[in-house]
């Protein structure tokens, strides 16, 4: 049976997802979680929490998905075996580097790999069961039949999202939150500008704004294709909505049936934006998939009053228990429970009574022991051993089974051991000397002219798309023993999509190319099986030195810092493997799976030169076409560091890069001859991005 995890973003919504028939829950404490908005827990308030749930048979994940730095895991080291000695479950994480300081402090902790993580295909599936995680949270972009795939040979169990808001950037890949406001969704701050209004193509609408997912009718699909937690999303949200949504799935789940009109009129009244989507699960995208949220879908206090009454001082008898009764003539009753955890609890009684009119029979003993009511336990069995002819008062066996339970819910609150290691970050690695080479990614063939290349960057990404189907045009350049070439994979690749990769990967070998560029851990296989050489790009969310180590242990030559990161934090990090900064141009804020100009225009005509998103204060967000009919979302503003080479010169980089995107080739040779210090160029409006401010 699938097992429903739901959102605990309070004390008050963890009670209500139990009542309501939550299998677990997920929470975060006051840092390092996703979602650092929500009330969260303290550590007195967690420790309260696990135990009123490990009572109630109910799991406890708790969120630490979120980026940190080397300085951050110290604390965050403390705080994963403080909830672990509370009674934590399981941790859910988005850092590789956390996940492999996690390994080493809590070795036997189960560690489920956020979808922060980007996990798309059954690659990244593996790496992430390598990186040390039990359970993977794929990416809600996913179809059924591509999650029924990576299902049928995933060495470890998978968890999706089926019901709550759906981000239009694949989640970890957005940084648009943090760019234009300062407060990262990879640090739990995001401030959601994918809600606000946008034009495009001069046509008003909310754009990037999703609506809600809603997967109620697929569960049975979801189990049959071996998918093992099924999650609703919601920490942000009213605990009413968590009793709701909760117990909708769960009857569903339990029942195994449909939801009826009732449940899913209920499931769209305590909120919705413009009713539901399952676009991503079916396979088929479009406008239908956008929606807000509108007064007409606001809260209804009737529904919400009868929410509450489903968890406010109320218990749901959750757990089925076994009782054993032993009634002999001349000895004190004897009474046991077991739980199906294996807990037994025993308790005597008083010796019973020779009956002078009426002897007790199994059928009075058996309904007074199934008299559990405002307990969590309901009555599943009782076997019963009794003498004739005996008697003891109902009051007597009651107050034997009110002490029994009280035993059993003593064992059951006793907190599981979880062994505890010393996290050692290992010994920091040389320093690097030398200055850092300077690289350059190009979205379209057509930016590389013979001034450029003349100018000789030490290393040149383009996108393998444009090296395949511009090899006429490239080809002196490709030949040429004083260039570097290097494919960018798109930063998304489905399991269905990988064997176009690899002979594409096969096909530019022919040019002498040894190495590409990657942004998932998904894909380092492809091409490493292609005989490449791989290097990370940002997608790797890099933000500290041990995700470096990791990096350096799935194969990676190099990996690019997160631009997240501000540049004093950058130099502090250790660096076992090559460093690239991204040093120029406009900054990749979101990658989506459903094409946003799609629902504009024609897709024939997706993302043409001078596509952009303009904000309510007329900033343009172009859009550039990728791999897959998917789009990126770049930043209104270059990012310019020109002239401030000294600031990054000498804090331990292999490599800066910029980036071209919607440069024409003028251009594009211009900013490259100013960070060389050749030329004079000037842009306008620029940014610094977050190298001197950082992110919340």
């Known amino acids: 049976m699938l097992e429903l995890l739901s959102p605990a973003g309070s004390p008050d919504a963890l009670v209500a997802a139990v009542q309501n028939g939550a299998d677990a829950v997920y929470l975060g404490l006051d840092a390092f979680n996703a979602r650092r908005g929500a009330k969260n827990f303290t550590e007195d308030s967690f420790g309260a929490a696990a135990e009123y749930c490990r009572v109630r048979g109910c799991k406890v994940y708790v969120t630490l998905n979120v980026l940190a730095t080397d300085r951050e895991f110290g604390p965050v080291e403390l705080l994963a075996k403080t909830v672990s000695r509370l009674g934590a479950d399981a941790l859910i994480v988005q850092d590789l580097g956390m996940m492999r300081m996690l390994r080493q402090a809590l070795p036997d902790m189960p560690l489920h790999a956020s979808t922060q993580m980007s996990v798309h295909n059954l690659d990244g599936v593996r790496r992430a069961a390598e990186a040390g995680a039990s359970r993977v949270i794929l990416a809600r972009e996913l179809s059924i039949a591509h999650i029924a795939y990576i299902a049928k040979q995933s060495p470890i169990e998978l968890e999706v999202f089926v019901h709550g808001a759906l981000c239009v950037s694949y989640s970890g890949q957005c940084y648009m939150s943090a760019v234009i406001g300062g407060r990262s969704g990879n640090r739990g701050m995001c401030a959601q500008p994918c809600r606000l209004p946008y034009t495009l193509d001069g046509t008003p609408g909310a754009h990037l704004s999703l609506k809600d997912y809603s997967l109620v009718e697929h569960l049975a699909a979801l189990e049959k294709c071996g998918v093992t937690c099924v999650k609703i999303e919601g920490r942000m949200k009213r605990p009413e909505y968590t009793a709701i949504a909760t117990r909708v799935y769960s ?31 079916r396979g088929e995208k479009g406008p239908d998939m956008m929606g807000i949220r509108t007064e007409e879908n606001k809260r209804q206090f009737r529904l919400f009053a009868d929410a509450k009454k489903t968890y406010i001082d109320v218990e749901t008898p959750r757990l089925p228990v076994k009782f054993y009764a032993m009634i002999q003539r001349g000895r004190p009753a004897k009474l046991a429970v077991s739980d199906t955890d294996s807990h037994v609890a025993r308790v005597e009684g008083p010796v019973p009574a020779q009956a002078e009119m009426r002897e007790m029979d199994r059928a009075f003993i058996e309904g007074q022991l199934a008299k559990t009511g405002g307990t969590p336990y309901f009555c599943q069995d009782i076997e019963v051993v009794l003498d004739a002819g005996l008697h003891l008062s109902s009051a007597d066996i009651n107050e034997m089974r009110r002490t029994l339970l009280e035993e059993l819910t003593a064992l059951r609150k006793q907190v599981p051991y979880h062994s505890e290691g010393l996290f050692r970050a290992g010994d920091p690695a040389p320093k690097r000397e030398v200055p850092p080479q300077l690289n350059v990614s190009l979205l379209r063939a057509s930016q590389l002219t013979e001034e450029f290349a003349d100018l000789k960057p030490s290393l040149i990404y383009l996108p393998i798309d444009e090296i395949l189907e511009h090899t006429k045009e490239l080809r002196p350049y490709l030949e040429r023993d004083d260039l570097h070439f290097a494919p960018i994979l798109p930063r998304v690749v489905w399991d269905n999509e990988k064997d176009t990769i690899k002979r594409k990967l096969f096909e530019v070998q022919e040019f002498g190319i040894t190495e590409c560029l990657v942004g998932n851990m998904g894909h380092i296989g492809l091409c490493r099986k292609s005989g490449l050489q791989v290097r990370g790009d940002f997608g790797f969310n890099v933000f500290n030195g041990q995700t470096l180590k990791v990096c350096g242990e799935m194969g990676l030559l190099s990996a690019t810092a997160s631009f997240e990161l501000n540049l004093a934090q950058i130099r502090d990090m250790d660096k ?48 550039v076409k990728e791999a897959g009919c998917r789009n990126i979302v770049l930043n209104s503003r270059k990012l310019w560091l020109a002239d401030r080479a000294g600031d990054y010169m000498d804090i331990g980089l292999w490599g800066v890069r910029l980036c071209f995107t919607t440069e024409n080739s003028r251009e594009c040779r211009e900013v490259l001859e100013r960070y060389l210090c050749m030329g004079n160029y000037e842009p306008g409006e620029f940014t610094r991005g977050l190298y001197y401010r950082g992110v919340e």
């Not at 449909?258 to 676009?279: I, K, N, Y």
């Not at 024609?602 to 859009?623: I, M």
């Open 251 to 281: 009857d569903a789940i339990r029942e195994e049936r449909l939801p009826s009109d009732d449940e899913l009129s209920r499931l769209a009244a305590v909120f919705s934006r413009q009713g539901f989507t399952d676009a991503y699960l």
């Open 576 to 623: 076992p493997i090559d460093l690239e900064l991204l040093a120029y141009g406009r900054l990749p804020l979101m990658i989506t799976e459903a094409c946003i100009m799609h629902n504009v225009r024609d897709c024939q005509h997706v993302c043409e030169p001078g596509a952009h998103l303009k904000d309510r204060r007329g900033a343009e967000f172009p859009l």
